[in-house]
């Protein structure tokens, strides 16, 4: 990193960021084109997980290639300063890198849910099997974290 003074290196800085943002930009490569594609998540422990349709570019994508990159960041904002010389934009960011797999235990499914819709504020009383059973639920394995931020914002 070539900004070393605006590096985040605690971990548990780097999981909270997780915890309190609603969307992560998923980077995934088919081997001739990358694809990012942005989504709600949850994270448990070293795992995130996200739901998605039972079908589609993402999941075919992420059975030949299931090594991905991720992205979040706080909101932001610019610091306009008193010249044009000392304008700023004032960031928190993370990317991480890791393995996805598909969750195919029910329980762990319903799990994941109940805590993508707690997070969300939605209701988390019981899924329809039915529904259960035709939701993608993939986990991405925290492999490893980076994370920088323009002191300004912290």
């Known amino acids: 990193m070539r900004r070393k003074e605006r590096e985040i290196t605690d971990h548990?800085?780097?999981?909270?960021?997780?915890d309190k943002t609603a969307i992560l930009r998923l980077g995934l490569w088919d081997g001739i084109e990358v694809?990012?594609?942005p989504l709600n998540f949850v994270r448990k422990d070293e795992t995130l997980y996200f739901h998605s349709?039972?079908?589609?570019?993402k999941l075919e994508m992420l059975k030949s290639f299931p090594r991905v990159c991720f992205e979040t960041e706080d909101?932001?904002?610019i610091d306009p300063g008193t010249g044009g010389g000392d304008c700023t934009t004032l960031y928190q960011s993370l990317i991480g890198w890791?393995?996805?797999?598909?969750?195919?235990?029910?329980n762990?499914?319903?799990e994941?849910?109940?805590?993508?819709?707690?997070?969300?504020?939605?209701?988390?009383?019981?899924?329809?099997?039915?529904?259960v059973s035709r939701t993608a639920v993939l986990r991405i394995d925290i492999e490893r974290m980076t994370g920088k931020?323009?002191?300004?914002?912290?």
Do not use: I, Q, W
């Not at 548990?12 to 997780?18: E, G, N, Q, S, T």
């Open 12 to 18: 548990v800085a780097l999981l909270a960021m997780l």
């Open 108 to 110: 762990e499914k319903v």
């Open 53 to 57: 349709a039972g079908a589609g570019r």
């Open 75 to 77: 909101p932001f904002s």
């Open 112 to 131: 994941a849910l109940t805590a993508l819709n707690r997070k969300f504020g939605a209701g988390t009383g019981p899924f329809p099997a039915d529904l």
């Open 35 to 37: 694809y990012v594609v």
């Open 149 to 154: 931020a323009n002191k300004g914002h912290m």
């Open 98 to 106: 890791g393995t996805v797999t598909s969750v195919e235990d029910e």
